[in-house]
């Protein structure tokens, strides 16, 4: 055979075999990957992009500028085991049941299995907050898997101040058999969110053939407040400046006055015993965007980070002072609020948007981005938000904690209700957004108040809330 006949084969072979690894690879890329990426306790001003002076983000800032900032991103209960409940589920905890008792309803939809079902090779890391197991809602493949255990007699542990730890007791990592590993600590660690990290790329350096779902629960910067390695957040008290809205004390029982997180710090509040935890949460979330930063540098090295939809947010906030409150326990901005960042193929980037949505919305988003199947939930799709065609998802948000708190936030207005107490609060976002004013007795925003309450309590009987209902 003449070397030209031989070259023109070849090259017919290599485009054909070209052709046909190329559908291979197509198949597999066609739908994007998703990396969900949840904190705990995060307050939605927490990162350098927010214009927070005192937080340093840089691949969490570098994210948002990829792609849609969220300033009214809400979880509906301040509570981590109802609000992640949400986040894979898409109900209400009304519906869920998932509101005050941590099991689930049988016949729910679930994201993972969802997702699995529909192609996608799905993996769990992190924390772990539900009744049922993770394989259960369709995960394939749990790594890094940390959840409850019993705290050893006598083997209690303590946060940055030297008191003794009351979040996360007995909680432990766990191996693929599902045995504890005690030897890799009891409780949280200083380098938890690096541990999650690794775990998480194990799974991302993995050869996949399918897009992948991978879920990561961080601990992070949820109490006990532990100084993360190589940081030294002390030296930096001096720099802290506490938020407007810190207060000695809140001026009345909102339904948790006295529960665990309340008192993590002594009444009344004080500057002094707060700026340092300030400064200790501080390099938690700067820890975190750190191997935030690592998982996607990995993502990047494999060729897969263009065709990867990354979601970062947490599951509420957390008040530090604000408000005279230390937990998330509340209906307050800073505590119903999150930070949420999506980026991705398909997303507007650099967007910075007012649309209202909960973290419930995130699981038929996340189908509309796919082009997979949304099963019926309580969420609305937010995706026309993200590909900058629409400024709305939601007209109203509400938040809803125990029997004790019911919130609406419609606009600019915010009203939150107290049922146990029959009391009301009333606030102007515009021009009061950290809600110092109670305009509830103001006659001139009488007819404001009523149309809110009428919305509200029209939501909540949809709901049978039992607040509403007999």
Not at 29 to 46: A, K
Not at 132 to 154: K, L, N, V, W
Not at 263 to 284: D, G, H, I, S
Request: with cysteine.
């Amino acid at each position: 055979m003449a070397s030209s006949s031989r070259r023109f084969l070849a090259g017919v072979l290599f485009l054909v075999a070209g052709q046909v690894l190329g559908t291979t690879a197509q198949a597999s890329e066609t739908r994007p990957n998703i990396l969900l990426l949840v904190t705990d306790d995060q307050r939605p001003d927490s990162l350098s992009c927010t214009g927070a002076k005192f937080f340093r983000t840089p691949h969490l800032d570098a994210l948002a500028t990829r792609g849609t900032r969220f300033l009214r991103a809400s979880c509906s209960n301040p509570l981590c085991y109802p609000s992640r409940a949400e986040i894979v589920t898409g109900c209400t905890g009304f519906r869920s049941g998932v509101r005050i008792e941590a099991k689930f309803r049988p016949g729910l939809p679930y994201l993972p299995r969802t997702f699995r079902d529909a192609g996608y090779r799905t993996g769990y890391v992190g924390k772990w907050h539900h009744s049922s197991q993770p394989h259960e809602m369709g995960y394939d493949e749990t790594i890094g898997f940390y959840a409850s255990g019993r705290q050893p007699p006598g083997q209690d542990y303590r946060d940055f101040r030297g008191e003794i730890a009351t979040g996360y007791r007995g909680w432990q990592f766990r191996n693929a058999a599902g045995e504890r590993q005690p030897e890799l600590g009891i409780g949280l660690t200083p380098a938890i969110s690096s541990r999650f990290a690794d775990a998480a790329m194990e799974f991302l350096n993995q050869k996949q053939e399918q897009p992948f779902l991978l879920h990561v629960n961080f601990t992070a910067p949820h109490d006990p407040l532990l100084i993360p390695p190589g940081t030294d957040p002390l030296s930096r008290v001096d720099q802290v400046v506490l938020p407007t809205n810190f207060r000695p004390e809140h001026p009345f029982d909102h339904g948790n006055a006295r529960g665990r997180d309340e008192l993590l710090f002594p009444f009344p509040r004080t500057p002094e015993a707060l700026k340092p935890a300030w400064a200790v949460y501080a390099a938690l979330v700067e820890d975190i965007d750190r191997n935030v930063g690592r998982m996607l540098a990995s993502l990047a090295e494999s060729g897969r980070l263009a065709n990867t939809l990354i979601v970062f947010t947490s599951d509420h906030g957390l008040a530090l002072g604000s408000h005279g409150l230390t937990g998330k326990q509340n209906q307050y901005e800073h505590s119903l609020n999150v930070p949420l960042i999506v980026a991705g193929p398909g997303i507007t980037r650099g967007q910075v948007t007012e649309a209202q949505c909960v973290l419930r919305d995130l699981f038929p988003t996340l189908c509309d981005l796919t082009g997979v199947s949304a099963p019926q939930t309580d969420g609305v799709s937010f995706a026309e938000v993200l590909r900058g065609r629409v400024s709305t998802a939601r007209p109203f948000v509400v938040g809803y904690y125990t029997d004790s708190q019911r919130s609406i936030r419609q606009e600019h207005w915010k009203l939150i209700w107290y049922p146990q107490i029959d009391r009301v609060q009333l606030f102007n976002l515009d021009v009061d957004p950290d809600e110092l004013v109670d305009l509830s007795d103001e006659p001139a925003f009488a007819n404001q108040r009523s149309q809110l309450m009428t919305t509200l309590v029209s939501w909540l009987r949809e709901q049978a809330d039992p607040v509403v209902t007999p």
